[in-house]
């Protein structure tokens, strides 16, 4: 069975650094577009970035330019989010997902369009 298996989340203070991990179990997630979102606490989940199949192009939510960065590794299976300058407000669970019907170069922005989940990971920013 296909899964995708976050990791990394924690606890840290305004300011500081995380960085989230999402491994595929199967090697043809090298061939998906993948994405992050997250979930505030009495909140609606929303994106967070995206990643096209290829690696070459990203896009994020103005709340997280210029301080979050998605990647994939070489493999492709693994997709990363490192968080910088984390703040209070970034507080969420935080989910990766896959999509399996894409073009090399497409990005996806809306949770509607992936089709695997993980399960979430805490990420918590203390003032």
């Known amino acids: 069975q296909v899964q995708l298996v976050e990791s990394g989340g924690g606890l840290v203070q305004a300011g500081g650094s995380l960085r989230l991990s999402c491994a595929a179990s199967?090697?043809?997630?090298?061939?998906?577009?993948r994405g992050w979102f997250r979930q505030a606490p009495g909140k609606e989940r929303e994106f967070v970035a995206a990643?096209?199949?290829?690696?070459?192009?990203?896009y994020y939510a103005d709340s997280v330019k210029g301080r979050f960065t998605i990647s994939r590794d070489n493999t492709k299976t693994t997709v990363y989010l490192q968080m910088n300058s984390l703040k209070p407000e970034d507080t969420a669970v935080y989910y990766c997902?896959?999509?399996?019907?894409?073009?090399?170069?497409?990005?996806?922005?809306?949770?509607?369009?992936?089709?695997?989940w993980g399960q979430g990971t805490q990420v918590s920013v203390s003032s």
């Open positions: 199967a090697r043809t997630f090298s061939r998906y577009a």
């Open positions: 990643i096209s199949w290829s690696g070459d192009r990203t």
């Open positions: 997902a896959a999509r399996t019907i894409a073009t090399m170069t497409s990005l996806y922005l809306t949770d509607y369009e992936y089709e695997y």
